[in-house]
């Protein structure tokens, strides 16, 4: 595997820390994130005043979000200061 210039490497750690950043926000507990759907179905369902109702995601699992804690440890590791660290080992 190629040697990252310092340039490149700066930039990934940008990157990372840039996620890093998106992570806390999202996963902070005074965020909820909601699926909209055209009305709600349950007691717990959020209506809008159009009709819509909005239902709590959990964030933690079975999302999408699940994957940025992966990219991130990806990352991570990818930018380890180890000798011999391959992405092609994760």
Do not use: W
């Not at 909209?36 to 809008?48: E, H, I, N, S, W």
């Not at 005043?49 to 992966?70: F, I, M, N």
């Amino acid at each position: 595997m190629a040697t990252l210039t310092k340039k490149q490497r700066a930039s990934l750690e940008l990157v990372l820390r840039d996620m890093k950043r998106a992570r806390n926000y999202i996963f902070s507990p005074t965020l909820a994130i909601a699926h909209k759907r055209a009305y709600g179905t349950t007691t717990l369902d959020y209506v809008r005043p159009d009709g819509t109702a909005l239902y709590e995601v959990t964030k933690e699992y079975g999302s999408d979000l699940c994957g940025l804690d992966t990219a991130i440890a990806h990352l991570e590791r990818f930018l380890a200061p180890t000798e011999g660290n391959s992405y092609h080992e994760l």
